[in-house]
């Protein structure tokens, strides 16, 4: 395989934090904007692996909190890239709440953070994504329709302009 081709397989990260009292709030969960650091990190990682470059985040879809993750839960994020365009690549990320006396493990959020290339003169192009597994397929295809939301809500793209996003909507 090419340098200018990976797959999904090349990118996968998995990273493991347990929650500390630091982490907790008041309730002893883990509070959300510790959750989104840890996950823009694994995310990070996981672009950086696909890209051979420095990442910076450009976007973060809606993040919703399944159930609250407990003091002394083991987090367990994994992520890997969906699709690249350009200069930039979309990363999934799914997150596993551990009680490890409990036996017990539950899987807590998930999103997609969005990535850009860039070294010191700016932006930069990205590897070509071949997804291989179905699952792996069926993210690249919906990743499309996903960078058009985005786009969309960003003001950076008419909403008539999101071609495969309408599709959606005109079956």
């Not at 994994?78 to 990320?93: G, P, Q």
């Amino acid at each position: 395989m090419s340098l200018n081709v990976k797959n999904p397989s090349h990118s996968f990260t998995i990273m493991n934090e347990l929650v500390l009292p630091n982490d907790t709030n008041t309730l002893n969960n883990l509070m959300g904007g510790r959750l989104l650091h840890w996950m823009d990190i694994a995310a990070a990682i996981s672009a950086q692996k696909h890209c051979n470059s420095i990442v910076v985040t450009a976007s973060v879809d809606n993040v919703s909190f399944k159930q609250p993750i407990k003091l002394g839960d083991v987090v367990t994020i994994e992520a890997k890239v969906t699709r690249s365009f350009n200069t930039s690549v979309e990363v999934r990320l799914d997150i596993w709440a551990e009680n490890i006396p409990s036996g017990t493990r539950t899987k807590s959020n998930e999103a997609y953070y969005t990535f850009v290339a860039v070294d010191q003169t700016g932006t930069k192009p990205v590897p070509e994504l071949k997804p291989e597994t179905p699952e792996e397929i069926e993210l690249f295809e919906g990743a499309l329709r996903r960078r058009q939301l985005r786009l969309v809500l960003a003001g950076k793209m008419q909403p008539d302009e999101a071609i495969e996003l309408k599709a959606l909507f005109s079956k």
